[in-house]
């Protein structure tokens, strides 16, 4: 899981388009964090909880990254679901999760983590599985559930033990927050996206893609072990703003 040696690994090429795409995600998501923690330290000052270009730049990140889920979905299970490699990586995810949650109280006690991207990952990951074998009614559903999760609200979905659901009339004080819906609506249309691109003969360009480039391989190894670097990389930026802010002081 966490070896991120990437010069041989082929049976991950086959699906290099999709690796590439998450490394994008990476980076993109790179971009936001370290803007966050500039802000953090007082090296800029901005609103990344009201500024319409932090909102919506994170939106496109969202939703890039839980559309590959839904397309990973489909592509590790269309053939069959296999509950040892299922419950392998809900493992990893849990744990993971685990330690966001930990190192968010830490750093942030009042609004640390408790349903942010990897928390939302883990139960659609489960949920999806009923999914993978529809097609057009993933596409149906994924849209009204978009739009559900985007237009309605009840009081009732405050409550604490209900805020992971959505459909929240205010968003909750926390740093990151992903909730079933709309977000799982995204995670369906990345199911409906899954045989389309790899079944349909029009699309078969993105089976063969391969990286043509040191940038391309880079970032397509990224992909491939996105889950290590994006625990790793907020300590890291972290850890370089803070020793950084010393120097200054």
Known sequence: MF????????????YGYIDYLRGVALLLMFVYHFSFDLNYYQFI???????????YFRIII???????????????????????????????LIAAAALVSYSS???FPGSYIY??????IIVASIIGLLFVRLYYSNLLLGIALIIIGTTVSFPAFNHDMLQWFGLMTHKPVTEDYVPFLPW??????????????????????????????????????????????????????????????????
């Not at 969202?62 to 397309?71: I, N």
């Not at 349903?115 to 939302?120: A, D, E, K, S, W």
């Not at 995670?187 to 480039?213: C, D, M, Q």
């Open 62 to 92: 969202v939703s890039l990254f839980l559309w590959l889920v839904g397309v990973s979905l489909w592509l590790a299970n269309h053939n069959g679901i296999k509950l040892s490699r299922v419950a392998k990586r809900l493992g990893w």
């Open 45 to 55: 000052e901005t609103d990344f909880y009201n500024n319409p270009f932090w909102i």
């Open 105 to 107: 109280y830490l750093t």
């Open 184 to 249: 799982f609506g995204v995670v369906l249309l990345g199911l409906f996206s899954g045989p389309l691109i790899f079944k349909y003969r029009h699309l078969a360009f993105i089976t063969r893609w391969r990286e043509k480039n040191r940038f391309q391989s880079t970032v397509s190894c990224m992909g491939r072990h996105s889950l290590i670097i994006y625990l790793l990389h907020q300590p890291l930026f972290m850890g370089i703003l803070f020793v950084f802010n010393l120097m200054l002081h």
């Open 3 to 14: 070896n991120i040696t990437c010069s041989s690994d082929k049976k991950a090429s086959h």
């Open 115 to 120: 349903f942010g991207i990897l928390h939302f």
